[in-house]
């Protein structure tokens, strides 16, 4: 009896963290890229004081809901959002 009364509390559990996996929403990305034969290299994040940098081919990810970031990138001169 203690064994079925396990199971179903395992099979409860599963699905729940099944569906709180789906209530998850995913944030998505926005993509910046450093204009040709410019050399914008980073910068630091207002709030978080750290250094952002781009990738090897000189693209930016930065999360939709990450304004602070955002406003930065938009107003770069050498920056190109995609």
Do not use: C, W, Y
């Not at 998850?24 to 980073?42: I, M, Y």
């Amino acid at each position: 009896m203690a064994k079925k009364v396990e199971e179903t509390i395992e099979k409860e559990e599963v699905k729940t963290v099944e569906e709180e996996s789906k209530n998850v929403q995913e944030v998505s990305k926005v993509e910046f890229r450093v204009a040709k034969d410019k050399n914008f290299v980073g910068f630091v994040h207002p709030k978080t004081r750290r250094f952002v940098t781009g990738d090897k081919d000189g693209k930016f990810f930065i999360k939709d809901n990450d304004t602070d970031a955002l406003k930065i990138l938009r107003e770069a001169a050498d920056i190109v959002e995609i």
